[in-house]
């Protein structure tokens, strides 16, 4: 449990925080989000004292984060940035190393843990763990900084806008890794973003933040549907339904029966384009707008696993699909 109470921050003149109060509980993913310079970031970095607060107590499990040694600290919470900040001259093997190095580990034992956390974001270790970073893909980078900030099994990871530097397809894949990786280590998560699907997709609860001060904490659920004043609710949009789609993925929606997968096969022959069971269901329905009606769903493998219609994922078209929309969005 990570506790921050009454957190101020002043920079000369700017005041930065403004009487924060937050209660994360342990295992939950928290997403920061607000306006740019409402404060995400110093609030993050308050967590392991990179930022130090002018006044306000945080505690971790029960003890001072602001009577310990602050490099053990640092040391004891993973840290994930937007760029990720590899050593170019380390191997990725090296690189994910670093922390259990700096603890004492030795090296038999952190390389192999290392080998662990890459398999755990996906990157298979023989091909990749003596690679440097400079010869990976930014989103392979940003696996790297996650299997880093994880190596030495921290309690606590900070996500300082980790997906933002790649582009929307690896970003949704990252999501996704992310939600995966959640439910297999269960870490509790502080992740500043900017995009609200993220945030709604990710977080078990969303801080909203405006000029310094928490102004909503509450699930995506809640946020969407019981916006505590107008600057919440235009912050989320008009389209609060449409919004609560980012919760999903396409495999929440996908037809399985025998006609919907002959036909998606029969699409997927005729050069379709197909979105993957973890694809966004807003991603899903933005290309059907675009005028395919239906739209083959395909495995990891790429074998098809069924097709998702326009009418699936527009709420309201029609009764029985509103129905099924509304299942989904209920469960
Ligand atoms: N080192 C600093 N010195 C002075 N002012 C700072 C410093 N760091 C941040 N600030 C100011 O504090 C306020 C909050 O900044 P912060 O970076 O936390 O906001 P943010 O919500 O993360 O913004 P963004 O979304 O644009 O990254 C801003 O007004 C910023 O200009």
């Not at 970095?45 to 001072?64: K, L």
């Not at 490099?71 to 590899?86: F, W």
């Not at 933002?164 to 890794?177: C, F, G, M, N």
Request: some cysteine; proline content about 5%; overall charge neutral.
């Amino acid at each position: 449990m990570i506790s921050l109470r009454n957190i101020e921050k002043q920079y000369d003149g700017v005041q930065a925080l403004r009487h924060v109060n937050l209660d994360i509980a342990d295992g939950e993913l928290v997403v920061l989000i607000g306006p740019s310079g409402c404060g995400k970031s110093t609030l993050l970095r308050t967590v392991n004292r990179m930022t130090e607060p002018s006044a306000g107590q945080i505690i971790i499990d029960g003890r001072n984060a602001l009577e310990s040694d602050p490099v053990l600290l640092r040391r004891s919470i993973g840290y994930v940035i937007q760029n990720v900040g590899l050593f170019p001259h380390m191997t990725v093997r090296e690189n994910v190393a670093v922390v259990p190095q700096l603890l004492g580990w030795d090296k038999a034992k952190r390389l192999r843990r290392a080998d662990e956390m890459l398999e755990l974001v996906r990157l298979d270790p023989e091909r990749f763990g003596s690679r440097y970073p400079g010869l990976l893909s930014g989103g392979q980078q940003q696996r790297v900084g996650i299997a880093r900030a994880l190596a030495a099994d921290p309690a606590v990871l900070l996500m300082d806008e980790p997906f933002s530097a790649v582009d929307p397809i690896t970003r949704e894949q990252l999501q996704e890794e992310l939600l995966r990786i959640q439910r297999d280590v269960r870490k509790t998560i502080l992740f500043v973003t900017h995009d609200i699907d993220e945030a709604i997709r990710l977080g078990d609860k969303i801080c909203l933040m405006r000029d310094g001060a928490v102004v909503q904490y509450a699930d995506p659920d809640t946020m969407l549907r019981q916006p505590a004043d107008a600057f919440v609710a235009q912050f989320f949009g008009q389209e609060p339904a449409l919004r609560r789609l980012a919760r999903h993925s396409v495999a929440d929606f996908v037809r399985t029966d025998a006609a919907s997968l002959a036909a998606a096969a029969k699409a997927l022959n005729e050069g379709a384009a197909s979105v993957t069971l973890t694809t966004g269901a807003r991603t899903a329905l933005s290309k059907l707008l675009d005028g395919q009606p239906l739209l083959p769903v395909v495995d990891h493998a790429g074998a098809v696993a069924g097709l998702v219609a326009l009418a699936d994922l527009t709420l309201a078209q029609t009764p029985a699909a509103a129905s099924h929309v509304n299942r989904v969005l209920a469960a």
